[in-house]
């Protein structure tokens, strides 16, 4: 079956940086588009990024211009590189594939901004 671990998370400080790791397994993942969302306490699930199979990336307004995202196809693996972080980026992050529905979520991985 279809599953995502995802890692990286952790306490930052405002303005630091963090690199998240979501790993596939029981999936051709070269074949999906990928995205990364986040969903803080009270608060719907969002979409943070996403990726096509080609590299095509897109992103909330919220991140633009901070955030990364990237894939190995290789290691069945999608990235988010996220800089200059701010307290409203505190959420837990997940990953997911953006055709055919979505698969069971992960665990997600925890992000914390605070001073």
């Known amino acids: 079956q279809v599953q995502f671990v995802e890692s990286g998370g952790g306490l930052v400080q405002p303005g630091g940086s963090l690199r998240l790791s979501c790993a596939a397994s029981?999936?051709?993942?070269?074949?999906?588009?990928m995205g990364w969302y986040r969903q803080a306490p009270g608060k719907q699930r969002e979409v943070v990024a996403t990726?096509?199979?080609?590299?095509?990336?897109n992103y909330a307004d919220s991140v633009k211009g901070r955030f990364t995202i990237s894939r190995d196809n290789a290691v069945k693996t999608v990235y988010l590189q996220m800089n200059s972080l701010k307290a409203e980026d505190t959420a837990v992050y997940f990953c997911?594939?953006?055709?055919?529905?979505?698969?069971?979520w992960g665990q997600g991985t925890q992000v914390t901004v605070s001073s």
């Open positions: 997911n594939k953006l055709r055919g529905g979505f698969a069971p």
């Open positions: 990726i096509t199979i080609s590299d095509n990336t």
């Open positions: 029981g999936i051709l993942f070269s074949a999906y588009p």
